[in-house]
């Protein structure tokens, strides 16, 4: 390593001229006494001037001082910016995939809010319905992983430490939030089912009223091959399909209720369901399904318990990976800045 002197003697030779200006290091043997000793050996010239060798010597030690300085002035950034090629990855993946929810985030948030709009849900006869409109949810939620995933994605191209903080804080939070809801949902399975059919018979209730509930609840029966949440005739508790409605779906059920909703397989019959809840059970069967969707739901997570498992599982290491990533960023951010100031310290 003996080439870092000169390179830095190179680099840094405005630096020695200064000093040579100041006076710092001045020349090992004056000019004055050149001249004296031109007669005479340097063994009579060191004999007679005993301070030139103290001078000598000090001269040297300041000239090694100055190599030294120079040397680590060249070598010190490359210790404060080394960084393997691994925290680069790191850094620029946490960036990658936080600009990506960025995204996803601001496309679920403009979703929901032109639902919103374009069922005129802020109006003041809807205004009441709109804590169950699915609108509102898809905007709350767009809204939450766009401002965490732009924290995430600015600190770590910043190096803020105050918004990776923020960053990380939330994601924990977060985390923390989505084991107590799965250890609660699996300990309080009846108490969900519950909160499932009030949910579904509230659905039902609005379903030609709420665009939006209607694809929903479509989706689902058909989806599950199932009518209503525990039986066909809950569709009764809709004003339209009630026995006593005036109109012609009195006394019937949607068709995505129906066997074969489809006519020649390409279009939709809306008056397959129509009287089915006048039929028995026996003669139902053939145009309609007869079991609840809720039930439809527990054989569907029974049956896909292992997919559900596996993905939870990835959901929350990629979570807890994030989380390592961040605090191993922070870890760097702070050693960098302690050794700079280490530097400074030292140039002082």
Same mark, same amino acid.
């Given at each position: 390593m003996g080439w870092f002197p000169s390179f830095g003697r190179f680099f840094f030779f405005w630096e020695r001229r200064n000093h040579f200006q100041?006076?710092?290091?001045? @020349?090992?043997? @004056?000019?004055?006494? $050149?001249?004296?000793?031109?007669?005479?050996?340097?063994?009579?010239?060191? #004999?007679?001037?005993?301070? +030139?060798?103290?001078?000598? +010597?000090? +001269?040297?030690?300041?000239?090694?001082?100055?190599?030294?300085?120079?040397?680590?002035?060249?070598?010190? @950034?490359?210790?404060?910016?080394?960084?393997?090629?691994?925290?680069?990855?790191?850094?620029?993946? /946490?960036?990658?995939?936080?600009?990506?929810?960025?995204? /996803?985030?601001? $496309?679920?948030?403009?979703? #929901?809010?032109?639902? /919103?709009?374009?069922?005129?849900?802020?109006?003041?006869?809807?205004?009441?319905?709109? #804590?169950?409109? @699915?609108? /509102?949810?898809?905007?709350?939620?767009?809204?939450?992983?766009?401002?965490?995933?732009?924290?995430?994605?600015?600190?770590?191209?910043?190096?803020?430490?105050?918004?990776?903080?923020?960053?990380?804080?939330?994601v924990l939070l977060l985390l923390v939030a989505q084991v107590l809801a799965v250890v609660l949902v699996y300990s309080l399975q009846g108490q969900i089912v519950e909160v499932l059919r009030s949910g579904m018979l509230a659905a039902m209730v609005r379903y030609l009223d709420d665009l939006d509930l209607r694809f929903i609840t479509d989706e689902i029966q058909t989806g599950l091959q199932c009518c209503g949440a525990d039986t066909y005739r809950d569709w009764e508790i809709n004003v339209y399909f009630n026995c006593s409605a005036p109109g012609v779906q009195a006394c019937g059920?949607?068709?995505?209720?129906?066997?074969?909703?489809?006519?020649?397989?390409? $279009?939709?019959?809306?008056?397959?369901?129509? #009287?089915?809840?006048?039929?028995?059970?026996? +003669?139902?069967?053939?145009?309609?399904?007869?079991?609840?969707?809720?039930?439809?739901?527990?054989?569907?997570?029974?049956?896909n318990s292992g997919v559900i498992v596996t993905v939870v599982i990835i959901l929350l290491g990629a979570q807890i990976l994030t989380l390592f990533i961040t605090a191993h960023l922070l870890q760097k951010i702070r050693w960098n800045r302690a050794q700079h100031d280490v530097y400074l310290k030292s140039l002082q």
């Open positions: 100041n006076g710092e290091n001045k @020349p090992l043997i @004056p000019k004055g006494d $050149v001249k004296k000793s031109e007669g005479t050996s340097a063994a009579t010239y060191l #004999g007679t001037h005993d301070s +030139s060798g103290s001078h000598t +010597s000090s +001269s040297l030690s300041c000239h090694e001082g100055s190599t030294r300085a120079s040397s680590w002035s060249v070598f010190t @950034p490359r210790v404060l910016s080394s960084s393997s090629w691994s925290d680069y990855i790191l850094k620029y993946l /946490l960036i990658t995939s936080n600009l990506l929810f960025t995204v /996803l985030g601001l $496309v679920t948030l403009v979703l #929901g809010l032109w639902g /919103l709009i374009n069922k005129e849900s802020f109006a003041q006869e809807k205004i009441s319905g709109i #804590g169950t409109d @699915p609108m /509102l949810l898809f905007t709350f939620l767009g809204l939450v992983l766009a401002l965490l995933s732009l924290t995430g994605c600015v600190g770590a191209l910043r190096e803020n430490m105050c918004l990776l903080r923020t960053f990380s804080a939330a059920v949607p068709p995505s209720c129906c066997v074969d909703p489809l006519e020649n397989g390409t $279009v939709w019959n809306t008056q397959c369901g129509v #009287g089915a809840q006048q039929l028995d059970e026996f +003669s139902a069967q053939s145009v309609i399904f007869l079991g609840g969707c809720l039930g439809g739901i527990s054989r569907w997570i029974e049956h």
